[in-house]
């Protein structure tokens, strides 16, 4: 076993060690030239399986980096989306009759419509709920409504 890694612990309980809600890199970059916009871009969730896809904040950009097998529901786009004193907030989203392999992480994306260009903003791996396994039902993420939302810009 390598350092910190437990008998019979899963590859994503490893990962979650090293690791806790954080803007992928290139989205810091392309929130700091403006390309992208969080309250006029299309913005939305993707629930990821762990299994299939491991996080690599400071290389992956675009969806098509999240492997199509790890993607277990995508929601709608975000609503009535606000960023104030650096802090970005949304309504609560319902993802619609959800099944399949269970989810470890949310992640926002800018949605262009093209995988290759939808770039990916956040990763959210710590959360009440999370892992959920879907079991047919519609699943709803409801963000913090603590003083730093979905997220604050540090």
Partial sequence: MGEGQGEGETKYEREKKNMSNSLYTKAKQALIAADIDLESDTVK?????????????SAHQYLSDIPSAGRIATSGALQN????????????????????DQFEYVILFKDTGVE???RLILLIDTATGLPCTPNGSDITIQWSSG???????S
């Fill in 147 to 153: 003083t730093d939302k979905i997220f604050r810009l």
């Fill in 45 to 57: 969730a993707v629930l990821v399986d762990g299994a299939d896809y491991t996080p690599n904040l």
């Fill in 116 to 118: 290759t260009t939808s």
């Fill in 81 to 100: 989306k606000t960023v104030t004193d650096g802090v970005f907030d949304a309504d609560d989203i319902t993802v619609s009759s959800v099944s399949g």
